[in-house]
């Protein structure tokens, strides 16, 4: 049922926002097309009237009281931050206009 | 350096490793040993053997003996105190501690220290359990070895040249090892049990729900359970009663008393199992089982039919499934979950060089932050939730999920408890599998169904295989919201297995050179 190309592993990583060597391209796609022919037996036994099952135990509108508490502190949203600047998580650029 | 000092009755401080949490608790009870002295002899034990074994990730020697002192002074003041305050654990490094870096194994968290406590991290704190440190594991629990960590592999104590399981083979290897009597661990598809099955240790996957996920870093959410593990039946009992109930900040969280769990794995010890009705899983044997693995299993059930038990032959046919459709949900999952990691607010961040772009330095900190079976299980994920996929991957094997779920109703009809192998083979070698993920991920095919349908399961030493002489584990699985009933059948199991065998078996370990 499947066969994974090359060019679909590239594309899977770009959704996935993961850069992909040349080499690591040719193995995934290997290894996908491995895996993905031996779990596409599912399609063998789920017949239309089975319902799909998202969670084993289903719990609907779970509500705890909404009290004011405290919260993190800057400093501590801050603590793991790869880069801050003025109290702020410091982003790299994230539009694509000349400076 | 290791210290050999002896005790006031002369028990010596290697000896306290070896007591069960049990045995220690009754000890600190009586005020015949201090919570520090405990606590030292395993820190001590810590030391010398990890050169070997690599358990740990982060061992915190100063915290773990300041909790040991607030441990012994709680006691001492006579304020309330928990059976195991003072009993040192090893806590699988996936929960959060505000005390500790929690790194998942990845490169991704390296040094991350968070900045709250897992819910599990604090009911430990509280009820005076002395965490040691974070233990190795797969990174974000995708594996069924801890050789994916990105800080290199646990040795198994029974042999070094294999792995101790995954994705919780650190919290395995350490109490195989005598490091700790108690560990926690997570299972997704069988990341307690199965650890717990190849160390010849006890691991148990409460019911989903059971036990907090708050502060658990998530890897799939709808699967991930996390759970005690210790060296003995009751021991696991005893911790499991430590962390789990109801926490307003898990919304899938279960809001009903703890099941009873201790005094089902008391009560079991006693031996009779006369009403029990136990069905053999007939999918779980055959094709690619070890003879070893099957030969322990069969001895196992006769050992349930001499207690009383009584024992028929049940069929799950869409067992076989379950492992396909778990390995479509847990990655779709993942793809989403793992999606947080955008080296922005935490973690790792690459490439940030004034001139790429956010999205680059996204792609790059990814690249490099994560290893290799975690990248194969976002893509698989991604493209099973992509379109024109979604139905024939994902909403295929949902379906399943409710086939399984079916099975294990109509099983548990007719019987108590469901046992099984706990893994097909036993542990396997370092770098055997590495490089075949197909191959490691059948390490799961029968502690999977479990995850799926969310009912709980545990995994008890049944002794070891004739032609490699390592574990073997028997699974016990019990409906939802039943979790007494795998301590009741362990724990009756676990004391005739012990008494025919003359012994714990994991008191048949062999002795490992400890550093001097």
């Given at each position: 049922m499947s066969t994974i190309s090359r060019d679909e592993v590239a594309h899977l990583a770009g959704l996935a926002r993961l850069a992909v060597s040349e080499e690591e391209l040719d193995r995934f796609a290997g290894q996908l097309d491995v895996i993905l022919d031996a779990v596409a037996r599912v399609g063998e036994v789920a017949a239309d009237d089975i319902p799909p099952t998202s969670h084993a135990v289903p719990v609907t509108n779970v509500f705890r009281p909404d009290e004011v508490r405290e919260g993190l502190s800057r400093e501590q949203a801050l603590a793991g931050a790869p880069a801050t600047e003025e109290n702020r998580f410091r982003v790299p650029r994230i539009l694509n206009e000349e400076a | 350096m290791t210290s050999t000092t002896s005790g006031p009755e002369g028990g010596g401080a290697t000896e306290l490793t070896r007591l069960t949490a049990s045995e220690l608790a009754a000890r600190l009870a009586s005020g015949e040993v201090s919570a520090v002295e405990v606590t030292r002899a395993h820190l001590d034990r810590v030391e010398a053997v990890e050169p070997a074994v690599?358990?740990?990730?982060?061992?915190?020697r100063r915290e773990a003996l300041e909790a040991a002192r607030r441990a012994d002074e709680d006691r001492a003041a006579g304020r309330a105190v928990s059976p195991l305050a003072g009993v040192p654990l090893a806590l699988k490094d996936v929960f959060t501690t505000t005390d500790m870096p929690t790194t998942c194994g990845s490169k991704m968290l390296e040094g991350w220290v968070p900045p709250y406590d897992s819910t599990v991290a604090a009911r430990l704190r509280e009820a005076g359990v002395v965490i040691l440190g974070k233990t190795n594991m797969d990174e974000f629990a995708m594996g069924s070895s801890t050789e994916n960590s990105a800080f290199g592999a646990t040795h198994n104590p029974?042999?070094?040249?294999r792995v101790p399981g995954g994705s919780g083979g650190g919290s395995s290897a350490a109490l195989a090892a005598f490091e700790a009597p108690l560990a926690i661990g997570t299972d997704t598809g069988g990341s307690i049990r199965q650890p717990a099955a190849v160390t010849g240790t006890v691991g148990v996957k409460p019911t989903y729900g059971g036990v907090s996920r708050y502060g658990l870093v998530a890897f799939s959410s709808s699967l991930d359970q996390g759970g005690p593990c210790g060296r003995t039946v009751l021991d696991a009992a005893m911790l499991h009663e430590v962390i789990a109930g109801h926490d307003p900040?898990?919304?899938?969280?279960?809001d009903a008393p703890v099941p009873g769990v201790t005094a089902a794995a008391k009560e079991g010890a006693a031996g009779d199992l006369r009403g029990v009705r136990v069905g053999v899983v007939r999918e779980f044997s055959g094709e690619g089982y070890q003879r070893g693995v099957l030969d322990s299993f069969r001895t196992a059930v006769e050992t349930l039919t001499e207690l009383g038990a009584e024992v028929v032959e049940v069929s799950c046919p869409h067992f076989e499934y379950a492992l396909g459709a778990y390995y479509l949900i847990a990655p779709s999952e993942c793809s989403s979950n793992l999606a947080r990691f955008d080296a922005m607010r935490y973690g790792l961040r690459v490439g940030?060089?004034?001139?790429?772009s956010t999205e680059e330095v996204m792609s790059l900190t990814r690249e490099q932050g994560f290893g290799a079976e975690v990248k194969r299980r976002i893509m698989l994920g991604t493209y099973a939730l992509s379109s024109g996929y979604y139905d024939a991957y994902y909403g295929q094997a949902q379906k399943v999920r409710t086939l399984v779920s079916r099975d294990f109703a109509a099983a548990f009809e007719r019987v108590d408890v469901l046992v099984s192998p706990t893994t097909p083979t036993t542990a396997f070698r370092i770098?055997?599998?590495?490089?075949?993920p197909m191959a490691m991920y059948l390490a799961d095919l029968c502690t999977i169904p479990s995850n799926l349908a969310g009912n709980a399961a545990m995994s008890v030493p049944s002794g070891l295989a004739a032609e490699d002489g390592l574990p073997v584990g028997l699974q016990i699985m019990a409906p939802a919201?039943?979790?007494e009933r795998l301590y009741r059948v362990g724990a009756a199991y676990e004391a005739a297995r012990n008494a025919a065998a003359g012994g714990a078996l994991i008191d048949r370990v062999p002795q490992l050179e400890v550093a001097r």
């Open positions: - | 690599g358990a740990f990730l982060h061992v915190d029974w042999d070094l040249e900040m898990d919304s899938t969280s279960i940030d060089d004034g001139d790429r770098g055997e599998r590495a490089d075949d919201m039943a979790d």
